[in-house]
């Protein structure tokens, strides 16, 4: 029978089960609990989207950790920690806050495997949420994965349904180099699967074929495989039959079997709700002209978001984000082999 | 405090071994046998010695740019930090992270750190793990005056607070931040007084004075071991160089660092504090610095002829555990 969870309920049974399975995994971050010092309910938030509710009832104060509004240090601290013998999941409760912390991830996380001749091990997960759609405009809204991506040592996930959300997580968790963990926002309620009880490990590094086809390839990350999966629907009922990957992880990236993929069907749509400069669709575009040139039939077309701020007006907000429409539109100019 | 003869002469050892190493690594410098940036911490010794004597390996620490002297008291092998600053394939970080990058965690020795700032929220992960583990072990995050305006500093420092962390906030206030004075740039004057903002015992040292850092450490550390929370220490002295070398340092007053050499040297106030007290002789003192000098012309001979790093091989290598 099916087991259907939404994206938030699976994720925080990864986080139980892992520090069931585990006492060095802890949870630092902002209001993960919620009420500490404060002379009402304690637990009182589980962070700020719901993700932690309840472990620290079951866990208690030392390890589901609230932390004061200071990213800098309690990041750096989950840092430091995870190379003294914990598995701290940090959650950086919107990744827009990244500005404030980011030296702890760029220049020490990322850093400390290499520059310390390989000998030291630092298993630290950023928890963050990501994304537009809640109409929290500009400073709260961002799909930012291709910074991390950009930045060796780090890998990053960015699971888009809740099945993948907690065998990826488990797999983050469980993985002894840092990993930043993309959550999008609208899919805590919106994503629902059904996920098992029992704990899974989803390896990092593969692609899921969300549906097989052999006239374009679409690769969408996170949200956008849904979007990207409505599109596919709609143009197999117009004879258009659409391969739909995702990568799941962008750091590792699968590139074989977008490749693959690519070979076969000779086009390729990359669906990406971050910026279009220096995003992972301009990466993944520019490593299919790098290796399977030779297989285009058609210019490769990118659906990302425009390059802009994320708007607050509703209206603006609904033309930023890249759209099934959009998706679909793109599909049909390559399917013109233009 | 009253100090036992194997307690000096293993802190006399240290600071003489950093002073030496970085008397070396300035003329090593000058020749032009060594790449990068170095920042040498020749005057500072009795602060990372004076701190770390009080440490064992399973304590940690964090350092700054100026790591040299940490490194060195935290047990560091010097051959392996000469190999380093060389860049060589068998250096301590096998030639991968250089002067502002050596660690040796098994030593708990976190890392120099070429971030301004960026040890402070580290050590509160390494005192957070210390205290969630119940290790009983303490951490110490070196900072220079530079990095007492840091935010990530502040930060931490309420965050040790508010966690009650086991950990010791040492900062090395040498007078400069790269080239700007202390005076101007710590606002309040000293770097004590932010001890009592953020709720902590806060002690301000002479940094010439290796028995005064060593006593004050000792305390805190103790503090520390039993569960009272972090301690911050302001060590007052100059340093022998520039910010980096090849610093022409004109921002210094005229005659300051040779004044600074004849006065207030902890070298020489450590040995005229031993000697007048029957502790060591001159002899035995004399005795080390042979030795040191010999080790650290070891080092270089070995560094000198020691093997680069494989570029086929070792460029791509340890980014991850597994990718």
Redesign the interface.
């Known amino acids: 029978m099916a087991r259907i969870l939404t994206y938030r309920d699976a994720l925080r049974e990864a986080l139980r089960q892992a520090m069931e399975e585990d006492p060095t995994v802890i949870l630092m971050g902002e209001d993960i609990a919620g009420g500490k010092g404060a002379p009402g309910e304690q637990d009182a938030w589980g962070g700020d989207m719901g993700v932690t509710k309840g472990l620290w009832g079951q866990f208690g104060d030392a390890r589901v950790i609230d932390t004061p509004i200071s990213e800098a240090s309690y990041i750096g601290a989950a840092v430091g920690a995870a190379t003294c013998g914990l598995r701290p999941v940090a959650e950086l409760m919107f990744v827009d806050f990244m500005g404030v912390c980011f030296d702890q991830l760029l220049n020490q996380a990322a850093k400390f495997r290499y520059m310390f001749g390989g000998k030291a091990k630092t298993p630290v997960v950023i928890r963050t949420q990501y994304g537009a759609g809640y109409r929290t405009a500009a400073q709260h809204s961002q799909t930012l994965y291709s910074m991390f991506a950009h930045v060796p040592g780090l890998k990053v996930v960015v699971p888009s349904t809740a099945y993948d959300a907690k065998g990826l997580l488990i797999s983050a968790i469980r993985d002894d180099d840092p990993v930043i963990f993309f959550e999008h926002k609208v899919l805590y309620d919106e994503a629902r699967d059904d996920v098992p009880e029992a704990p899974y490990a989803i390896p990092f590094g593969e692609a899921n074929f969300v549906r097989e086809g052999d006239d374009v390839t679409i690769v969408a990350l996170g949200r956008m495989v849904h979007f990207a999966a409505k599109a596919a629907d709609v143009l197999a009922k117009n004879g258009v039959s659409c391969e739909l990957i995702d990568p799941r992880t962008i750091s590792p990236l699968d590139e074989d079997s977008i490749l693959e993929s690519v070979e076969k069907t000779g086009r390729l749509v990359v669906v990406d709700e971050s910026y279009p400069r220096c995003s992972m669709a301009a990466d993944i575009a520019g490593l299919v002209v790098d290796k399977a040139f030779h297989a285009l039939k058609a210019p490769i077309r990118q659906v990302t978001a425009p390059h802009t701020p994320v708007p607050f007006a509703p209206v603006l907000e609904d033309a930023f984000i890249p759209s099934p429409a959009k998706i679909e539109a793109a599909v049909r100019s390559v399917m013109k082999g233009a | 405090m009253q100090l036992n003869r194997d307690v000096l002469t293993e802190s006399y050892r240290k600071m003489r071994t950093i002073r030496a190493f970085e008397e070396k690594v300035h003329d090593l410098f000058e020749t032009g046998a060594l790449p990068g940036f170095v920042h040498l911490y020749a005057g500072e010794e009795a602060s990372a010695v004076g701190v770390c004597a009080h440490l064992d390996d399973e304590d ?1 620490i ?1 350092s700054t740019h100026r790591g040299h002297g940490h490194c060195i008291a935290k047990g560091c092998d010097v051959e392996g930090m000469m190999l380093e600053l060389f860049g060589r394939r068998s ?8 002067s502002m ?1 050596i ?4 030593k708990g020795m ?2 120099a ?3 301004v700032g ?1 040890g ?7 005192a ?3 205290k ?2 119940k290790t009983g072990k303490v ?1 110490v995050t070196f900072t220079g005056d530079g990095g007492s305006n840091q ?2 500093t502040l ?2 420092l ?2 040790a607070s ?2 009650k962390l086991p950990m010791l906030f040492v900062f090395e206030n040498n007078g400069y931040a790269e080239s700007t004075g202390s005076g101007w740039s710590v606002a309040g004057g000293d770097i004590l007084r932010r001890a009592h903002a953020f709720d902590m015992p806060g002690f301000q040292v002479d940094g010439f004075d290796f028995f005064a850092v060593h006593e004050i450490a000792g305390e805190a550390v103790e503090r520390a071991r039993r569960g009272e929370g972090p301690t911050l220490i302001e060590v007052k002295f100059g340093r022998f160089y520039g910010h980096h070398e090849g610093d022409a340092q004109t921002y210094r007053a005229k005659g300051e660092v040779e004044r600074l050499r004849a006065d207030h040297d902890c070298l020489k106030n450590f040995r005229q504090r031993v000697t007048e007290a029957a502790l060591l002789t001159g002899s035995e003192l004399d005795a080390i610095d042979a030795e040191v000098d010999r080790a650290i012309e070891s080092a270089v001979a070995v560094s000198r002829k020691a093997a680069d790093p494989d570029p086929a091989v070792d460029l791509l ?7």
């Open positions: 940690r964090v250096g301590v970080c096998g030639g991968k992270g250089g990058h660690a040796d965690l098994s976190m890392g750190n070429a971030i960026g402070p929220p580290l050590a509160c992960g390494a957070l793990a210390a969630t583990l951490a935010g990530t930060e931490s309420n965050l508010v966690w290598t340890d980014v991850y555990i597994r990718y």
